[in-house]
């Protein structure tokens, strides 16, 4: 197996296994000239055997670009979760296409793939995963210790606004916090980009509105971020929704991303 050196210098991996890129499709935006962060062809997933199989995924075509907010868009068994565990390198498809720059997902070891979610991936689900007994910073400091090279966990809580909750428990947390210390734990690893998983299923919408303005800041960073959900609502915050059915991808929608309340005041 090559040596893999860390993915994140100045925001690219460096997995020595190199491979040429496919020349750009008419589904590249025109307004954008570069590679794909994510290239994904003719992508499946298949579960199962025979009478039992299940197409998770039947043949997902997509790129995915640098800094951007994408959500994946679809109803229960649309597939959205299984690509994105596909993109997180938490599954390997069962043929098709994947790759993350020069990094080829699908034929990748089991060891080169932990690198890549260590070092390149911070994941962010529907349930926070918080342990009860830790406190908010001990919770994000546990990545600190198998990260290559985290940035200190009070930094990332200060960036999702919880500078002043670094020692209260979860149970002392509210959803919306709690799930923020969920995102300043997947930010502590300093990712190349962030997987989101139904963020706001467990919350209101006014937490749900809080939660999507920090991933716009963490936009704002040139931090590229999926966000999976069945909620039509959420994906009105984000620039470009890519709907799912049946394991495939049946429409895709660009659009300004809907403008937050303090937005709209500060430019009246």
């Known amino acids: 197996m090559p040596s893999t050196a860390g993915l994140l210098a100045a925001r690219t991996p460096v997995i020595k296994r190199r491979l040429a890129m496919a020349p750009l499709t008419s589904q590249t935006p025109a307004a954008t000239a570069r590679p794909p962060v994510f290239y994904v062809r003719s992508l499946t997933k298949v579960y199962g055997m025979g009478a039992a199989e299940v197409h998770a995924l039947a043949g997902v075509d997509l790129d995915l670009y640098a800094g951007e907010l994408a959500v994946l868009l679809g109803p229960s068994g649309s597939g959205k979760t299984t690509l994105l565990n596909n993109l997180g390198g938490l ?15 699908t034929g990748a070891q089991e060891a080169e793939l932990t690198r890549y979610r260590r070092d390149a991936v911070g994941f962010v689900f529907q349930f926070y995963n918080l342990i009860p007994s830790l406190t908010a910073l001990e919770n994000v400091a546990l990545i600190t210790e198998i990260a290559r090279d985290p940035m200190p966990p009070e930094e990332a809580l200060q960036m999702v606004n919880l500078g002043a909750r670094l020692d209260h428990f979860p149970a002392q947390l509210s959803g919306g916090e709690q799930q923020r210390v969920a995102i300043a734990r997947s930010l502590v690893n300093n990712p190349s980009f962030i997987l989101a998983d139904e963020p706001t299923g467990n919350l209101d919408t006014r937490t749900s509105e809080e939660i999507m303005r920090l991933f716009r800041s963490l936009q704002d960073r040139g931090i590229t971020i999926v966000v999976v959900t069945h909620e039509r ?3 009105e915050w984000c620039g ?24 709209s005041s500060n430019r009246a």
């Open 91 to 105: 599954d390997v498809p069962t043929a098709g296409e994947l790759r993350y720059h020069d990094f080829d997902l």
């Open 240 to 263: 470009r929704t890519i709907m799912l059915r049946d394991g495939k991808l049946v429409g895709e929608d660009r659009h300004p991303q809907k403008v937050f309340a303090h937005e």
């Open 233 to 235: 609502d959420i994906a």
